[in-house]
């Protein structure tokens, strides 16, 4: 049985701040950051989970954030 326990609350806070701040980069590296040492996974695992903690929360920031790397 797999229990799903969440990020906690002092990660979980400090991604929402960088979010709504507009820092949506440095908020990906810090979920990044804290998967690969938290869980020891590889880059490009820690990449698909931070890509999909992304589009589940903020789905919006994330759209804007793609856009604004699409036109650059």
Sequence with gaps: M???IG???DVSTVLKQLVM???FSMAGRV???YCRR???V?????ARWTVAYFQRE???QLQRHRK???GA
Aim: without cysteine; proline residues 8%; charged residues 25%.
């Design 2 to 4: 797999v229990v799903k």
């Design 7 to 9: 990020l906690p609350e």
């Design 21 to 23: 701040n507009g820092h």
């Design 31 to 33: 979920l990044l950051t």
């Design 38 to 40: 938290t869980y020891g």
């Design 42 to 46: 590889d880059e490009e695992t820690a």
């Design 58 to 60: 903020f789905p919006q």
């Design 68 to 70: 604004r790397l699409a």
